[in-house]
């Protein structure tokens, strides 16, 4: 079993990006985590279905996510977190290739390990393993204990595909693979694929100038009127025939 179970992005402006995903997608803060104080950072999550968008700013100088901001030129994707089963295979695994972690913790509610971007690049990849893994909305420790109430779908309904782009969305789309032990596939446009249980991970040229990185992300869309509207009314970029709006540095496709 492996999921999309979070995606994170930082932001400069932490206040503007909530009232942008409140207002556009129509989402509800379920979670505001003061344990990342100690990174330096400040949080929430919201609910997209059963997985969750995380969004962190840097609250002090010299934190890990402030320089990511800087070396991405402003907001965008971080961390691509993917519940799993048996975190201590995936863990055996990760040492047996080498890569180097970032974070390993674990507690009898929940376990996991971050990925250094060097050894996988494109974003912070994360494993982890949480009690209740057998229930599609079951418990998701970093999202607090009460997330269910904040959970909205008549806008957006589900995260269906991050986008990572590259110089070598091949190259890079194989180490994810070797990584997941997924095989690569390819999309009906010719990209690189790795299936999740739930989700897609979408591998594509780096056409921003903004270099390597978590691009995008598709969102299945029931009320896509409002999304365009609302995004126009917030003076955000809409593109790709109105099925495309930049939000927080990302790419947000509506499916």
Request: charged share 25%; glycine share 12%; net charge negative.
């Amino acid at each position: 079993m492996l999921r999309m179970r979070q995606i994170c992005l930082v932001a400069e402006d932490l206040d503007m990006i909530e009232a942008h995903l409140r207002g556009v997608f129509g989402l509800e803060v379920c979670h505001r985590d003061p344990g990342v104080g100690r990174f330096g950072l400040h949080n929430f999550l919201m609910p997209i279905g059963n997985a969750f968008l995380e969004v962190v700013s840097p609250m002090t100088p010299g934190t890990a996510g402030g320089r990511y901001l800087r070396r991405r030129g402003g907001d965008g994707g971080y961390m691509v977190i993917m519940q799993c089963g048996d975190i201590a295979a995936r863990r055996e695994h990760v040492a047996n290739l080498g890569i180097r972690l970032i974070t390993d913790s674990a507690n009898d509610q929940t376990d996991g390990i971050q990925l250094h971007p060097k050894d996988v690049p494109g974003a912070i990849a994360e494993l982890r393993w949480n009690t209740g893994d057998d229930q599609l909305d079951g418990p998701w420790n970093p999202a607090g204990d009460h997330w269910l109430p904040a959970k909205r779908e008549h806008v957006v309904t589900a995260m269906t595909a991050a986008e990572l782009q590259s110089d070598d969305p091949s190259g890079m789309a194989a180490r994810w693979s070797e990584v997941l032990e997924i095989p690569v596939r390819s999309d009906s446009d010719d990209h690189p694929t790795v299936a999740l249980d739930d989700a897609t991970l979408r591998f594509v040229e780096a056409t921003d100038g903004r270099g390597e990185g978590l691009g995008g992300l598709d969102v299945a869309t029931l009320d896509r009127g409002h999304v365009i509207t609302t995004a126009r009314h917030h003076e955000l970029e809409v593109s790709g025939d109105e099925s495309v709006v930049m939000l927080c540095g990302v790419r947000f496709r509506l499916v």
